[in-house]
Structure formats: structure tokens, C-alpha cells
């Protein structure tokens, strides 16, 4: 690949973005499309909005005139590489790839003969051979293999993470044959360390979907262990550190309000619901895992109406604080975050919650949620406070020292008023 290349990356996002930044730094020519006004502009005015890209490392491929970001597939013309990052939810419990679909017809426009296009949003096994290549191909007369190349490989971003970045995790690569391989090979290999090639696109598919039912079902384990523990009187913490101390055989995981991001509450449905489609059988780890954490929001309500009790108190008419908003520390990523079910699940019996969180972005805000500060005076005024997202940012030391109850998710805060999850 020569570096006058030029790479159009879909969906300029928290796993779009840091492949746009990286190609740029390869020295290719970059748009970065996205359907979103508001952060097409923003990233145009040298704001990131993504933790892990800097204003200054955005500012810096602006000025090189080697990026630039559009709503236009217009400007996608002439493409060499395409990347495809856009979200693939859930919608009521069934997968939505209406996203793929849309970016897939509106590159076939512009595909053109010797062209790559990468698939990199989660999804079920076969989706790029059987929903995105006849997309591609009806919208430009092309053949797969023959005229054009496609692959897929997983993204791996832990938002926040200063060690794994983009850069530095092992990035898995595939093909739907031996020169789509190399095509995608080559060009993750000018942005990434290391990548990691399988034979197929079913398999680097089924990779993504694998890392996180694992996690999906550990943190679900130790979830629901958590609940059972308080109630027989043992700190699961407590255990959860003294098995961590075994050099083999267990790998930590620890209790928490739910799961977010999209990862983990989405990506094993995706598997359990292929597996249901097109085997007619249930995935009874997934939809057990899913059954766990998606009630542990259930569960804080539950122990904070009961250490309320304790204190002669009840939830209703309680002046509630959350302490983070956010699904993952020092990140203002909000998506399918446990605090966005905890939310109406207090304020439907009655609770008044405000909230702490200096990196949640007013747009990403919940409604009818004041937003203030964490400071002594606001956890003193509140009847119970809820420790939902450890950021670094937060003195948990004038938490420890405070007067008010506080319900620690998180285990990070001692003191006499703390309780944990």
C-alpha cells in the first residue's frame, strides 16, 4: 500500500476515531464519515469527544490535511480501504444491522475495482458474506474476490485503557480469501503492532463474540455470588482477592451494578440469538448470564431502600446521589451504562437522584437528572449516596470520612457509614 492511499472510516466513534487517528498517523489520506451532525462538526473544530483521542492528536491530522470528517459518502469517491465501525444494537432483543446495511449501500456507490472494505462492528457469525458482500455487490456491479476484496476484523477498544490501545492490543484479521487477507493484513499492519490472521470471516467474527460471553458470563458468576454472599453474612470481596492470589487456574473478576458499554450487554445476544435462529436451541449460558446482570440495577435499589430503612429512612421522597454515570471509570461513555436503568428504577418509587459525573457530556445526560458536583456539601445533603463509577477524579477519601450512608458498587471506599455491594 502506497501512502497516497486514501482510507474511508465509518462511524467516527469510540472505536471509528482511534482507526481514523491511526491511519492518519501512517501517512494515508483519511475521511472520517458519520451520520451525526454534532460530532461531524465538533471533530472538524478539533474537539474530541472520545477519551483516547486527544484534542491535540485531532487538531495535529486536521492540520496535516490527511483527515477530515463528513456526513457525505460523496466524499468517499475514489476509496481505497473502507472500515466499517457503526453500532449494531439490540432492538428489543434482536439484532439491528441496519447500520451495516446503510454504510454497506452507500460504499457499493463508490466501490470500485482493487478496493477493500473492512467490516468492523460486532456481529454473528456470516454477516460479512451473507448481508454485506450482496449489498456491496448489487450496489456496484462488482464481484467479491474477483473485483473487490472484504474482510472483517474485530475491534478490541477498552475505552480509557492506557496500556491496550488500538496500537498495542493484537488486532484479529481475515478475509473471504487469500487476497482479501492480505489486502486487510497490509493495511492493519501499517496501524497496529501486531495482527493476528484466521482462516476465515466466520471465525474472527465468532472471536469477538467469544472474548465477551466470556466476560459476560465470569462477571455474572461473581454477580450473582455477590448476592448470595451478603445474604449468608461473608465479604465476597474478601474472597474474590484471596482466590486472585492463585497463580493458576483462576482469572479475577469482580461484582458490580450491571454491565455496560456496548459490548457486554449486547454481544452475547447476538451468539444466543444465531444459536436460537439458526439451530432452534438456547445458549442457556448467555440467557443466564443476561438474566444476572441485567437485574443487578434490581439489586442496588434493593439494598439501598434496606440501608435506608436501617437508618429510619425510606426511598420515597429520598434525595438520592449517583456517584459516576458513566459504564466504565474515567470515561463519559454512557451506552447501556447500569446507571440509566438504576435511574428510573429510584425514581419510580419515589426517590429525588442528582448525579456526579465530570465526563459525561450534557447531551449524553439522563433527563430529569440534576447534575452537580461531588463535594462534601451535596453528599451531606443527600439521604443515601450510590458509588456507581470509580473515577479517578473523585476524592474517595471525603467519601470514607463522610457522615451520609453510601452504597460502595465498587468496593473502593472504607469508613463506618459504607456499605458494599
Not at 451532525?37 to 471533530?43: G, Q
Not at 478539533?46 to 484534542?55: H, M, N, Q, R
Not at 465479604?235 to 483462576?250: H, L, M, R, Y
Not at 419510580?348 to 461531588?374: F, N, T
Amino acid at each position: 500500500m502506497t501512502e497516497s492511499q486514501k482510507v474511508v472510516v465509518v462511524g467516527q466513534g469510540y472505536v471509528g476515531l482511534p482507526v481514523a487517528m491511526r491511519a492518519v498517523d501512517a501517512g494515508f489520506t483519511v475521511i472520517g464519515l458519520d451520520i451525526d451532525e454534532h460530532r461531524v462538526n465538533a471533530l472538524n473544530n478539533g474537539i474530541s469527544f472520545v477519551e483516547d483521542i486527544t484534542d491535540d492528536e485531532l487538531s495535529t491530522a486536521l492540520a496535516s490535511g490527511r483527515y477530515t470528517a463528513s456526513r457525505n459518502y460523496e466524499s468517499a469517491a475514489g476509496f481505497d480501504v473502507a472500515v466499517i465501525s457503526v453500532p449494531t444494537p439490540l432492538r428489543e432483543t434482536l439484532p439491528d444491522l441496519t447500520f451495516i446495511e446503510d454504510a454497506g449501500r452507500s460504499l457499493a456507490a463508490h466501490l470500485t475495482p482493487g478496493a477493500t472494505v473492512i467490516l468492523e462492528s460486532t456481529t454473528y457469525p456470516g454477516t460479512t458474506e451473507e448481508l454485506l458482500i450482496p449489498i456491496l455487490e448489487d450496489g456496484s456491479s462488482l464481484k467479491a474476490g474477483d473485483d473487490f476484496h472484504v474482510g472483517y476484523s474485530p475491534e478490541r477498544i477498552d475505552p480509557g485503557n492506557k496500556r491496550w490501545n488500538l496500537k498495542t492490543t493484537p488486532k484479529v484479521v481475515s478475509g473471504i480469501d487469500e487476497a482479501s487477507l492480505a489486502h486487510v493484513k497490509g493495511f492493519f499492519d501499517r496501524i497496529v503492532d501486531q495482527t493476528v490472521a484466521v482462516s476465515g470471516t466466520r471465525e474472527a467474527e465468532l472471536t469477538k463474540l467469544l472474548e465477551n460471553t466470556f466476560r459476560h458470563v465470569n462477571i455474572a458468576l461473581v454477580n450473582e455470588l455477590a448476592v448470595f454472599a451478603n445474604q449468608l453474612g461473608v465479604n465476597v470481596w474478601e474472597s474474590i482477592d484471596a482466590a486472585s492470589t492463585k497463580p493458576f487456574g483462576f482469572m479475577k473478576f469482580t461484582p458490580g451494578p450491571g454491565v455496560g458499554g456496548h459490548c457486554l450487554p449486547v454481544d452475547p445476544s447476538y451468539l444466543s440469538w444465531q444459536v436460537r435462529q439458526q439451530l432452534g436451541q438456547s445458549f442457556r449460558f448467555v440467557e443466564l448470564a443476561n438474566d444476572v446482570n441485567e437485574h443487578m440495577p434490581n439489586y442496588v435499589v434493593e439494598r439501598t431502600t434496606s440501608i435506608l430503612n436501617d437508618d429510619r429512612k425510606a426511598l420515597n421522597g429520598a434525595r438520592v446521589l449517583i456517584i459516576g454515570l458513566a459504564y466504565k471509570k474515567n470515561t463519559g461513555d454512557v451506552r447501556e451504562a447500569p446507571s440509566l436503568r438504576l435511574v428510573p428504577l429510584l425514581t419510580q418509587r419515589g426517590a429525588k437522584v442528582v448525579a456526579a459525573d465530570p465526563y459525561v457530556v450534557e447531551h449524553r445526560w439522563p433527563a430529569g437528572v440534576e447534575r452537580v458536583d461531588l463535594s462534601q456539601e451535596e453528599v451531606d445533603g443527600a439521604d443515601i449516596a450510590i458509588l456507581v463509577t470509580e473515577h479517578d477524579e473523585f476524592d474517595l477519601a471525603m467519601l470514607s470520612r463522610a457522615a451520609t450512608p453510601i452504597l460502595d458498587t465498587r468496593n473502593v471506599v472504607t469508613g463506618d457509614h459504607v456499605t458494599r455491594l
